[in-house]
């Protein structure tokens, strides 16, 4: 099970970090996620992190803003985001993988468990 926090409404230029928090002896070997969408759009992938924290993946249009890490021991994730942009409103999710590849990481369907959401707004 997991349960994302943090979001908020911002003004552009602020930060937030986003968490997740795991339940699950699974959390400290599965790849982990961060997924956004915005309304009447699919849900597209921000950020990963492998199994031991050791590769990250980005986006294209979060990096250099945003930094993804994980702490196994509280069996979370975190998505820092600097820098905040109207274009960043959604609500964001977090999602675990037992199965993704690091061709595959990026990929919505690659992740078997997901969070419930957490909404960012970014006012402009």
């Known amino acids: 099970q997991l349960q994302a926090s943090g979001g908020g409404l911002v003004q552009a230029g602020d930060s937030l970090r986003l968490s997740c928090s795991a339940s699950g002896r699974a959390f400290s070997s599965s790849a982990m996620g961060w997924f956004r969408q915005a309304p009447g759009k699919e849900r597209e992938f921000v950020a990963a992190i492998s199994w031991n924290g050791g590769t990250t993946w980005y986006a294209d249009f979060v990096k250099g803003r945003c930094t993804i890490s994980r702490d196994n021991v509280k069996n979370a994730v975190y998505l820092q985001m600097n820098s905040l942009k109207a274009e960043d409103t959604a609500v964001y999710y977090c999602?675990?993988?037992?199965?993704?590849?690091?061709?595959?990481?990026?990929?919505?369907?690659?992740?078997?468990?997901w969070g419930q959401g957490t909404q960012v707004t970014v006012s402009s």
């Open positions: 999602a675990a993988s037992q199965s993704a590849l690091r061709t595959t990481v990026r990929l919505r369907t690659q992740y078997e468990y």
